[in-house]
């Protein structure tokens, strides 16, 4: 081999760039396997002994390279296996394999055409343990990872090092092989690093996540639980997500320091003497209020420094205070039996403002004598506005006695006064009551009552204060006082009030003179006279009594009839049909002048879609078609997934007056640049433009704050292609034409607008609960996939391939017929339960085969009127495509025709490409038959009805499978038709373009 010319020059070449050297590997990468480390042979076997070979050379600074080449470009029909030691993957459940390796070109090596090749390929499988050295017997048994080519990658070198990566998972044994196929190239393999990603331990919100290993595939996420910090606890479960990158994403939850301990540099630090925190939480501690300390660290609280104080609701942070002392500068104004009290506040509040007074009264019975309570006995004192609780220095005490001492107390008092068990000090005022009124007069009562009048009787009053010199009777109708009243002077405690109406309501009231003057007027007693007799009317009168109802009909029907003809009902004020307009946006073509003006007249309200990129800042467009949100408004629960932009959070939403409604919030991460700003604000302005119920509702933005989040409704069952895998041949085809529907008036509805989608695909529509479907994603210049292999790069951005139309891929010429193309595609995606456009061909077959005319087949169990809908949508002439309103009267008339659907005939479909149909010859076990149509979970309900071999699979019928226990009808489709092709391949018969 080491004659071989070209194996020559790729050794030279390899040599020269492995001196180049590789770079380190990342924090959140373990290794498997790096043939950088192995100083001598990696051991690898190979098959046949003459394929490849083992290199040892040494570079131009003396260190050993190890390297594995095979160019045996002269042979045809090469088949040359290299296959790797067994790897235990360490619970990884997703590893990645990069390979540095050099392919020539073929068309450097003369005379070599018919049989080299440019291609390699690259095997796993998948094992409990160390498998023997034999490699013959097991290349049935590797599952191809990917087929790797020769590209000049932009430059003109014809050998370059190449470097590869490739993702593979999930795992589910210990441990693995990786196997390198050769079909004729010249390759040189100058290093293999398997390893696996994984998120590595960090300390956040004062919880601990350890290390944890990625998901299984490219999307998923790993949630873990984080574990407070000493002196911590738990105020959210604390919550991170470990993406398939090895990046933590947004932490959810959080732990708070414990009471007594506050937050220090990641870890919670007890709180020292003379500080304090009650409660756990964020607070820092604090320092012990005035009055107060603490004698020990970590405390919860500060006592009270000696003959201080606190009220029983005064929170732990208030300063410590001592009851006031007395009031001073008391004054009294004595009025008859009345008195005024007023005073000054205390020269001592104690420390607080929460003051009151109360004021105790008592009646002495002469100098020296003894006293007793104002309020014992018949006097009924009147303190204003209260006896105690009083907040201003001042109060009036009325109903005194007379001639009499009396001796005040006024105390002030604070919240403390109680607790502190001190007596309370007051100040001391006393007085002597003056001549005064005589007091109220009570039970007043009737006599006697006529048409005419009425006979009052009444008691003296208990505190007359002198000698009653007469009464004052005060009388007036009910409810009329504010007109007239009249008064009567009685000597004597009763008076007849004579002057009276007949079966009339009066209001009396009656109060005592002496001369100090008049006391009050006692409370109201109602009294009604008595009815006088009823009135005889002659027959003049009612005659007259009659004529006048009879002529005042007659007039108000005159008026009525004259009101008729002047003002006679107005057809005018109608709304006729043949005025009435209904505009269906889409239908038919119009002028662009006339047409246009017409629309704008009879619909002033028409609406248009506007671009936000017309605007210099994003953030004007934003505000002027989306909503404020305030970020606390917003409680973000979990991670549901990441994004171009940042991460993609499900929480609740509270408005005003509203309750809690579920929202999916779209998140910009930190550090972003002002472009991917702009992105993203975009989105959001767009999405404020819709209104429809098949797209998604934009609920509102936060810019105001960071993080900077988009809002929009929540979709219960994600995204429509990982729907329907999900529940793979569980629905019916009018449940699947009805989703369709949706997603075709959704599209009507932003064609009208003039909005153009660009990346129309079922991964692009979302499914809430109810099974509705709504057009969503309408970000422009984000990244279209994780596949590497799903976007063509132009000149102009990045297309996705499977999905856009010719026109749009070649020229760049998007418009609503592109979409209608996309659209297309979508409903193969549809039927055929989120299967891959084209399967695993590349995008440059996938472009030279549509140009050569090649579409879709119908998927199993497609009817015929559904795929040439499909057709319809894939016509090469965009002006042949129908358009989505068109696409929706079809729809529904399908719908309401559901007879239309039982059709499946699909002989009509254009020829699948070889490429497409299942090869079942390779398959060894019903194992591999299974996995390879992807029904490899119905592996053990094989084994258990005894098919063990292909032989017996192939003569098995409808029932068969039904009796393994396969109940979904799309699955048993699915398995009898590949049982079918299988047969028919096996007896070398032609088979339909079906696709299993």
Known sequence: MASDPGLAAMLLWTISLQAVGTAGTNSNEVNLLDTTTITGDWGWLTYPSHGWDAINEMDEYFSPIHTYQVCNVMSPSQNNWLRTGWIPREGARRIYIEVKFTLRDCNSMPGVLGTCKETFNLYYYESDRAAGSAIRTAVNQFIKIDTWEWDLGGGRRRLQLNTEVRGVGPLNRRGFYLAFQDIGACIALTSVRVYYKRCVGVSRNLAVFTDVVTGADSSSLVEVRGQCVDHAEERDTPKMYCSAEGEWLVPIGRCVCSAGFEEHRDSCVACEVGFYKPVAGDGLCGKCPQHSHSEARAALNCPCDSNYYRATDDPPAAPCSRPPSAPVNVISSVNGTSVNLEWDRPLDTGGRSDLQYSVLCQKCSGEGGSCEDCRSGTAAVRFIPRQTGLTEPWVTVLNLVAHTNYSFRILAMNAVTHVSNEPSLYASVNITTNQAAPSEVLAIRQENTSQNSVTLLWHEPNQPNGVILEYDIKYYEKDNEEQSYSTLKSKNTSARVSGLKPGTKYIFQVRARTSAGCGRFSQNVEIQTGKAAPLRYNTMTILWICMALVSGLVAFLAIIICRKRHCGYSKAFQDSDEEKMHYQNGHGMFDP?????????????????????????????????????????????????????????????????????????????????????????????????????????????????????????????????????????????????????????????????????????????????????????????????????????????????????????????????????????????????????????????????????????????????????????????????????QIVTVLDKLIRNPENLKSMDTLCSPPLMERAIPDFSSCNSVDEWLDTIKMGRYKDHFAAGGYHTLGHVIGMNQGDIQRLGVTLMGHQKKIMTSVQLMRAQVLNKSVPSVHV
């Open 593 to 885: 002048f006339l047409n246009y003006y017409h629309i704008l007249v009879s619909f002033p309200d028409a609406r248009f879609y506007i671009d936000p990129h017309t605007y210099e800042d994003p953030c004007q467009a934003v505000h002027e078609f989306a909503r404020e949100i305030e970020a606390s408004r917003i409680k973000i629960e979990k991670i549901i997934g990441s994004g171009e932009f940042g991460e993609v959070c499900y929480g609740r939403m509270r408005l005003p007056g509203k309750r809690d409604i579920p929202v999916a919030l779209k998140t910009l991460k930190a550090g972003y640049t002002e472009k991917q700003k702009r992105d993203f604000l975009a989105e959001a302005s767009i999405m404020a433009q819709f209104d429809h119920p098949n797209v998604i509702r934009l609920e509102g933005v936060v810019t105001q704050s960071k993080p900077v989040m988009i809002i929009t409704e929540y979709m219960e069952n994600g995204s429509l292609d990982s729907f329907l895998r999900r529940h793979d041949g569980q629905f019916t085809i009018i449940q699947l034409v009805g989703l369709l529907r949706g997603i075709a008036a959704g599209m009507t509805y932003l064609s009208d607008l003039g909005y153009i989608h660009r990346d129309l695909a079922a991964r692009n529509i979302l499914v809430n609960s109810n099974l509705v479907c709504k057009v969503s994603d309408f970000g422009l210049s984000r990244v279209l996939e994780d596949d590497p292999d799903a976007a063509y790069t132009t000149s102009g951005g990045k297309i996705p391939i499977r999905w856009t139309a010719p026109e749009a891929i070649a020229y760049r010429k998007f418009s609503s017929s592109s979409d209608v193309w996309s659209y297309g595609v979508v409903m193969w995606e549809v039927m055929s339960y989120g299967e891959r456009p084209y399967w695993n061909l590349t995008n440059r077959d996938v472009i030279k085969s549509v140009e050569e005319g090649y579409r879709l087949p119908a998927p199993m169990g497609c009817p015929a009127a559904l795929h040439t809908l499909m057709l319809d949508c894939w016509q090469k002439d965009r002006n042949e495509r129908p358009r989505f309103c």
